[in-house]
């Protein structure tokens, strides 16, 4: 039988079902789908495809997911660092924003992103930001897919002029979107205190209609949840309750400040918590209780958040702080392990964006979405077991290889779909920009 592709590698890394590798095996991939996951010889003599990838130093794992983005925001990188959030939010980042933020910033700002996710092993975003139409575009340019936020805050910006227009702004965006093959769609309410009650109603009622995820920060900061009690009596996930948007449609980003009760009500309402460990680090914003939240069997996934506060959108390392973190917030180092971390970014990520019959792991039938990770390297040797080497040692770096639907973003570390001395002499045009406002 012809086909399109075939990968062999040393190691396949499924993801589903949990704790199996295939060593020695070879990926068989035909219109854009996994067909077959076979030793090595029995693929040759099966299949006769038109590109055959030798990878025998390497690890196969499904694509990466980054659940929690702001794409353009990789321009405000090291702008403002090592400062308190609402400080670093006021003073610096909302007034660059302000100024600054049209087509132009996130255009060049998600190619930017896009670029530094594909070379990091990344092969879907699920992203919350001004001009989300921008963003949709470079990313299907670019090849890569995405889960585009439907944007919506109380106050005006150079995209809208106020919540009504956000939404209306929003669903036409979507029933343009909506045929894309890569692209997908979700409310994304900013947080509970930049959304007031009743356009998150329009929201709900709006997600319910359409089947789409509801992608919006809660429980961020203790600051936030005690001045939203102070303000309105009651913290903003239970007014999230009263709302009716906790159900399995809602994403709830960052969840640090949680009570036993909450994380039990929200176990039943089947909603999903994107866990962000590096940005919520940085700006000691706190720690989710992620070990708990899965014990209750809540679905968590893994997200960078925006490069402007992490300061990278490294997923490889995001799994390793949340595995680390898991078990020094819980106290017990069997808590988060290596598989659990990988599957947050990856499969779990996908059934929280509600694409995981396409996406998340290397499934037969399903997209081919595959990373190819080089374990030959001295900073992973010496190899016991691939997987954990994965998690506790490897680095982007080592990211040789990345396909998006079968297509090949990335060969051998050299981006297919970007031009990076392009891209390059754009950055620095607003570095120059952002460095002499963020300094008057």
Known sequence: ??????????????????????????????????????????????YQPNKVHKLHSHALIPGLINCHTHASMTLLRGIADDLHLMDWLQRHIWPLEHKWVGEAFVRD?????????IRGGTTCFNDMYFFPEVTAHRAIHHGIRASIGLIAVDFPSAWAENSEAYIEKGLALHDELRHEPLITTAFAPHAPYTVSDEPLRKIRMFADELNLPVHIHVHETRH????????????????????????????????????????????????????????NLKLASGFCPVAQCLDAGINVALGTDGA???????????????????????GDASAVPAQTALQMATLNGAKALGIDELTGSLTIGKAADVVAIDLSELETQPLYHPLAQIVYSASRHQVTDVWVAGRQLLKQRRLTTLDLDDLRARIDVWQQRLFADDNK
């Open 308 to 330: 402007a506060s992490n300061n990278d959108l490294d997923m490889l390392a995001e799994m390793r702080s949340a595995a680390l973190l898991g078990k020094g917030v819980s």
């Open 109 to 117: 700002g998600s190619d930017l992103a896009i670029a530094e996710m």
């Open 224 to 279: 936030e949840v005690e001045e939203q009690q102070q303000k309105t009596g009651r913290r903003p996930l239970q007014r999230l309750e009263e709302l009716g948007l906790l159900s399995p449609s809602l994403l709830a980003v960052h969840m640090t400040q949680l009570t036993p009760a909450e994380i039990a009500r929200f176990a039943e309402s089947g909603g999903h918590i994107v866990h962000c460990p590096e940005s």
């Open 1 to 46: 039988m012809q086909v399109d592709l075939i990968i062999e590698a040393r190691w396949i890394i499924p993801v589903e079902p949990a704790s199996v590798i295939h060593r020695n095996h070879s990926l068989v991939v035909d219109d854009g789908k996994i067909i077959a996951i076979l030793p090595q010889e029995t693929a040759l003599l099966r």
